[in-house]
């Protein structure tokens, strides 16, 4: 890339080149690349992920299911590996059109059945099992807005301000500070949401929280893309201690370690097929 002025061509075309570490997960087509099954393990819920913020959104969840003792709740996490493009398989995509982890599929329907999106699956495994989403009306509308806000305002964070702080190929000041004053609004709209409630919706722990806590929580408290002092995130008293809360619970620390691939060692659990994978 030039620094020179960017005049936008008429017409726009495809420099794969252009897209800094990540480059390779991106494309302007849809569809596979290749053809390649998914593996199918012993258990009806089957995760293809990785232990990025979304994906560590889903295996926060099912490990919290089975903190409460749902059995049924049992499930393989199979990685994948979106830096060589697996999230482009035919096998993947035919759980995922949009090629994006996590991919979730439910055997104990006939014929499975497919959920993506990370929100999805949380509404999903929330109703399959009746726990995290409350159901009287004016809890569950409160959970599903903040569910909902943390959907829509993650672009903001990760491919907005984490793309160009952290991994875009060159450094402009406009398009950082452009996502960093945005990320910082959006810290203050949860500081000033948690100064009067223990959890986003109120008092109860919901799938607001478990798909909130592995952004804005661990950006807080977990210096995600490197930018706690950028970001004077020591400002958010109130999302920090709502960060570190969650972050004690023993099914989050369980979660956390599904699919990951980076950090030390002991950390890592890039499989997961049963509760021992963890212990």
Known sequence: MSQDKYVPPKVWTWDDASGGKFAQINRPIAGATHEQTLPIGKHPLQLYSLGTPNGVKVTIMLEELL???ISEAEYDAWIINILEGKQFSSGFV????NSKIPAFSDHSTNPPTRVFESGSILIYLAEK?????????????ETMSWL?????STAFLGGGFGHFYAYAPEKYEYPINRYAMEVKRQLDVLDKNLAHRRFLAGD???IADIATFPWYGMLVIGNLYSSQEFLSVHEYTNVKRWAE????????????RVNTTWGPEEERCLERHDASDLD
Not at 94 to 97: A, K, L, T, V, W
Not at 148 to 152: F, K, L, V
Request: proline share 8%; charged share 20%.
């Open 245 to 256: 809360e969650i972050d004690a619970r023993p099914a989050v620390k369980r979660g956390k």
């Open 148 to 152: 909902m806000w943390q959907m829509a």
């Open 204 to 206: 109860e722990y919901t």
């Open 94 to 97: 035919g759980i995922n059109p």
């Open 67 to 69: 903190a409460l003792g």
């Open 129 to 141: 099992f009746g726990h995290f989403l409350p159901t009287e009306a004016t809890q569950r509308a």
